[in-house]
Nanobody, 124 residues
Framework: VQLQASGGGLVQAGGSLGLSCAAS????????MGWFRQAPGKEREFVSG????????EYADSVKGRFTISRDNAKNTVYLQMNSLKPEDTAVYYC??????????????????WGQGTEVTVSS
C-alpha cells in the first residue's frame, strides 16, 4: 500500500488547512488510519486516528476540538481538517495505515505503511 499525503502549506495562526491522504489500494478500506506529526527537533507524535469504517476516532489532547479526521473509503482517502491553527502545530504531517489493528492505536510503531509527509507551517 502506498500513501500520498497532500494539502500542507503556510497559514497564519487561527487559520485552517485540510490534509488528504490517498491510498493506492482498495485494501486500505480495512485498515485503521492515523495522522502523526513531527516538529523540528522533536519526536514524531500521534495526532489523530480513525477506524476502518469511521466508527471511532481518537485525537491528541493538543488538537481536540480543532482537528477533525474523516475518511472516504470509496475514494481510498483519509482527511484531516485543521482549524484554529497555532504556531505549535507547525510540523511535517504523516499519514499511516495500521495493517494489523482493528481499533485506533497511538503508537507509531503499530503502523506499517507511511506516507511521505506534508509540511504545515503556522505563522504567528
Amino acid at each position: 500500500v502506498q500513501l500520498q499525503a497532500s494539502g500542507g502549506g503556510l497559514v497564519q495562526a487561527g487559520g485552517s488547512l485540510g490534509l488528504s491522504c490517498a491510498a493506492s489500494e482498495r485494501i486500505f478500506r480495512q485498515y485503521p488510519m492515523g495522522w502523526f506529526r513531527q516538529a523540528p527537533g522533536k519526536e514524531r507524535e500521534f495526532v489523530s486516528g480513525i477506524t476502518w469504517n469511521g466508527g471511532r476516532t481518537e485525537y491528541a489532547d493538543s488538537v481536540k476540538g480543532r482537528f477533525t479526521i474523516s475518511r472516504d473509503n470509496a475514494k481510498n482517502t483519509v482527511y484531516l481538517q485543521m482549524n484554529s491553527l497555532k504556531p505549535e502545530d507547525t510540523a511535517v504531517y504523516y499519514c499511516a495505515a495500521d495493517r494489523s489493528g482493528w481499533t485506533v492505536r497511538m503508537e507509531s510503531d503499530a503502523y506499517e505503511y507511511w506516507g511521505q509527509g506534508t509540511e504545515v507551517t503556522v505563522s504567528s
